[in-house]
């Protein structure tokens, strides 16, 4: 199996709280993959290890082979690593175009002597950074708010730029915490639909932080369950619908997922 991330035996612990322990799973190149678990199970932490935000304190991460669990974030984003925040990470005052373009930054290798002048390679990097950022704003439907401050608009459409800001990284491995919190039915149907197709258009791999176990079936082709930061399945959907640690520790014995 292709995979193009692998984590071995990860543990992260913040004083007494394990907020990880001792968590395996892989994921495989182009698939959509679900991490899900109830309210503190360490979805978040998991998500802050891969992108290097959370040192884990003891562990692997391999990305396409190669071990990144000491790499700084920022070199984890230029080897294709992007993410989208569960909190909105975005500069409010500024346009959807300038978040989307700010977020390219990292990317940059021109100096901002350069940049600003448009000159030589500079000006060859911009004309890059920009096609992807349109591509970014066709395939996200933002084309009538570009130029719409960020802050103005209903929280729905700002998660949207949200995720619009980490996939114009133009990553091969992007993190979604929660993209579709606090939308209603349409919203949600409509950041599934974009999900689907970063998969099948983009070829992005996609791990997925979602509550609604719905969309999370449907959605997924593997899944991690966490509780309590330990890691209690791992499989297909329909592997984890008949798991009777899910069932039990997850979901409560009484429910069927
Ligand atoms: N920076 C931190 N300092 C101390 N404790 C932390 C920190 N980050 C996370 N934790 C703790 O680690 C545990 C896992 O938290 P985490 O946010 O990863 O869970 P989660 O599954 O994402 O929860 P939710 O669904 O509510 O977002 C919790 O007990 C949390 O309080």
Do not use: W
């Not at 991490?35 to 884990?56: D, E, H, R, V, W």
């Not at 999370?216 to 798991?243: E, R, W, Y």
């Amino acid at each position: 199996m292709n995979s193009i991330l692998e984590i071995e035996k990860m543990s992260l612990q913040f004083g007494g709280v394990k907020a990880l322990d001792n968590v395996s799973f892989h994921i495989v190149k182009g698939e959509i993959f679900s991490l899900i678990g109830p309210n503190g199970a360490g979805k978040t932490s998991m998500l802050n290890c891969i992108s290097g935000l959370y040192q884990p304190t003891t562990g692997s991460i391999r990305y396409k082979g190669k071990e990144i669990v000491n790499m700084k974030p920022y070199n984890r984003t230029k080897l294709g690593i992007a993410r989208a925040f569960q909190n909105i990470a975005l500069f409010a005052h500024m346009s959807v175009l300038d978040n989307l373009k700010l977020g390219r930054h990292t990317l940059m290798h021109s100096g901002p002597l350069s940049g600003g002048l448009y000159v030589g390679k500079a000006s060859k990097e911009e004309i890059k950074h920009r096609r992807k950022v349109e591509e970014v704003i066709e395939f996200l439907e933002l084309q009538d708010i570009r130029h719409t401050p960020v802050g103005t608009l209903p929280y729905g459409l700002q998660k949207r730029v949200e995720v619009g800001r980490a996939l114009a990284l133009g990553p091969e491995l992007i993190l979604l915490d929660e993209p579709m919190a606090g939308m209603n039915n349409s919203e949600k149907d409509l950041m599934a639909r974009f999900i689907l197709d970063m998969h099948e258009v983009m070829d992005t791999t996609v791990v997925l932080i979602e509550h609604d176990l719905g969309i999370v079936m449907n959605l997924s082709d593997h899944i991690a369950v966490l509780d309590f930061g330990k890691c209690i399945g791992f499989g297909t959907p329909d592997d984890i619908q008949k798991n009777q640690d899910v069932i039990k520790a997850y979901i409560g014995e009484e429910t069927v997922i």
